[in-house]
């Protein structure tokens, strides 16, 4: 089966750096991605890991060791809009089959 | 970017009545939707796949006579929830998959069902 761990909770500081990290036990990987949730709406891609190393877009980044089953997500200046659930999902397959992590709740605060 | 509508956004309904949940791809086209669950503060939870133009394959535990799908073109997906009971209260939520943007999964806004 899939086994996908990250932080429950998160709390940082207007304008700073998180990193939320994301471990994962699976097979058939087929690429990891990282979507944000507001509270009563649906999640929004962020970005999409399928090799080792970072991909980097505005002020979020994606970093992805395949060899550790390892990735994090990394924002920068952060903003009161940030404050959101952050969610890994591991694709396994063909088929595309996602499945999530248990999500962090980052609370952004002043 | 890939736009996926979901149609109705919230739905009130009693016990025992059926009610249907659209799924489109506006911008582009999904042989493959998605359908997941969220139950409040828990992830998403994969319900079921949906293929244009065959049956759908559902996940462990998720009864396919109680959760009917339907993937009649490839832009549309449908999930009616049979004989709803208020334990099927939840966000539900699709997705479709991009071919053309590595496969990644675009979602809907979400249904909101309650069963009273």
């Known amino acids: 089966g899939q086994n996908i761990d990250q932080p429950t909770e998160m709390t940082a500081t207007e304008g700073a750096i998180v990193q939320i990290n994301c471990t994962y036990q699976t097979s058939g990987f087929n690429g990891l991605f990282w979507y944000q949730q507001h509270a009563g709406e649906a999640p929004t891609f962020l970005s999409y890991n399928v090799l080792d190393g970072l991909e980097e877009k505005g002020r979020f980044s994606s970093f992805l060791s395949r060899s550790k089953g390892y990735s994090y997500l990394l924002l920068k200046e952060l903003q009161m809009k940030d404050s959101a659930s952050y969610l890994c999902?591991?694709?396994?397959?063909?088929?595309?089959?996602?499945?999530f992590g248990t999500g962090t709740r980052l609370q952004v605060t002043l | 970017g890939a736009v996926v509508s979901q149609h109705p956004s919230w739905v009130i309904c009693k016990s025992g009545t059926s009610v249907k949940i659209e799924c489109r791809s506006l911008?582009?086209?999904?042989?493959?939707m998605f359908w997941y669950r969220q139950f409040p503060k828990q992830s998403l939870m994969l319900m079921a796949t949906?293929?244009?133009?065959?049956?759908?394959?559902?996940e462990q535990g998720v009864e396919k006579d109680k959760f009917l799908i339907n993937h009649a073109s490839l832009t549309l997906s449908t999930l009616t929830v049979t004989s709803a009971h208020p334990e099927d209260s939840s966000f539900y939520i699709c997705?479709?998959?991009?071919?053309?943007?590595?496969?990644?999964?675009?979602f809907g806004p979400g249904t909101r069902l309650t069963v009273l």
């Open positions: 911008d582009f086209q999904a042989t493959t």
């Open positions: 997705s479709a998959r991009d071919l053309a943007s590595s496969s990644t999964q675009y």
């Open positions: 949906s293929n244009e133009g065959s049956k759908a394959t559902y």
């Open positions: 999902a591991v694709r396994t397959g063909t088929a595309s089959k996602l499945t």
